[in-house]
């Protein structure tokens, strides 16, 4: 009905004689381009922008789809049978073969797919990331068949499998249903929790594991939500930082600095995980797994509140607390480019 409103606010009585198919397809537009902004602004609060929104449509407008039948028909992949067009995905490992044209003539889901991996792979693409549901896990198989009949390598194509989330609050699952249109939008949820514990608890969990988002959890300003708890640490320090410049103090250059004076077990030990954070970067990019960053925060936060709870970084003689303050500030930058890498703020006070 908003659509509906809308389109009319913005016509008139523009359509009012014009055919119900004429009419339909301007109402089908309009809808069409209202909703999509409404996403691009919901995703943008969410902190995720897209270079680049592809139609689908665009695909059968331009000859594409056909263009990629006609391709796997001359390359031997495409057969008839009951009146449908077949591709022979059981040649590339998967179960059946599957239907791209069916017996009325209209190319299916898949033949689009076809259409879309063959065109990112034309642009010039050398590695294509699919993201799905988990209900598309039987899919990957022929997916992977196409691209290797239209010859491109198979393992080029990486897809990653998203599990379910399910939100509770008060103790008990949110329910939803598309039938009865009961559902959370993302909107609604960034309202309630904020960006910052949106993305991370999105994010703290692999794609292959189920994911129960607590909505209580990620509101609540305690060390048990660790979005607060790795946040505080990054405020803690710089609370640390501005009191001693506050003292007079001026930050020493690390050549100026005895690092051997830092014998303490907590000390060495938040040394030691500031020297794994590169590698944990690799890691991540290399297995698409950002939760090994959210893993890797949440671990150094905890090392340095217990570092902070154990000993005074402000302290004497002169030559500690300085090598203190190099080991503080190196831990707040780590906290922030982690942070920054998922997308979160660094809050400097809390």
């Known amino acids: 009905m908003p659509s509906a409103r809308g389109f009319l606010c913005r016509e008139g009585d523009r359509y009012l004689t014009a055919s119900p198919s004429e009419r339909r397809q301007a109402l089908v537009e309009y809808a069409l381009a209202e909703k999509i902004d409404v996403i691009k602004k ?13 139609s689908e449509q665009s695909l059968h407008e331009g000859g594409e789809v056909q263009a990629a039948l006609d391709y796997l028909g001359e390359r031997g992949f495409l057969y008839e049978s009951e009146q449908a067009l077949w591709f022979k995905a059981s040649e590339f490992g998967a179960e059946k073969d599957e239907v791209v044209v069916r017996a009325n003539g209209i190319p299916t889901y898949f033949a689009a797919d076809i259409a879309y991996h063959r065109n990112k792979f034309q642009r010039g693409f050398e590695r294509v990331i699919n993201i799905w549901g988990a209900d598309h896990h039987g899919h990957v198989a022929r997916m992977k068949g196409a ?52 993305r991370y608890f999105f994010v703290m969990r692999g794609s292959d594991s189920h994911l129960d988002f607590d ?15 790795i946040q505080y640490a990054h405020a803690r320090i710089c609370s640390i930082l501005r009191q001693y410049g506050e003292q007079g103090g001026v930050m020493p250059g690390p050549d100026n600095v005895d690092f051997k004076l830092l014998q303490e077990e907590y000390e060495q030990a938040l040394a030691r995980k500031l020297a794994d954070f590169p590698g944990e970067v690799i890691s991540a990019a290399v297995n698409l797994a950002p939760q ?16 902070y709870n154990s000993h005074r970084v402000i302290t004497s003689p002169g030559e500690l607390t300085e090598a203190r303050l190099l080991l503080v500030d190196a831990t707040r930058i780590t906290l922030k480019n982690g942070l920054g890498l998922l997308g979160l703020t660094a809050p400097e006070r809390m």
């Open 42 to 54: 919901v995703l943008a609060d969410f902190g995720v922008h897209y270079d680049v929104w592809f």
């Open 147 to 198: 691209v290797a009949a239209l010859g491109y390598d198979p393992d080029a194509l990486d897809v990653v499998i998203m599990q379910l989330v399910r939100l509770y609050q008060g103790g008990e699952i949110v329910r939803m249903s598309k039938r009865t249109g009961q559902f959370v939008t993302l909107e609604e949820l960034i309202e309630e929790v904020g960006k910052d514990a949106a």
């Open 215 to 229: 909505l209580d959890l990620a509101r609540s300003e305690t060390n048990d939500n660790p979005v607060y708890y």
């Open 292 to 307: 090994r960053i959210a893993r890797y925060l949440h671990e150094l936060a905890g090392l340095l509140h217990s570092f």
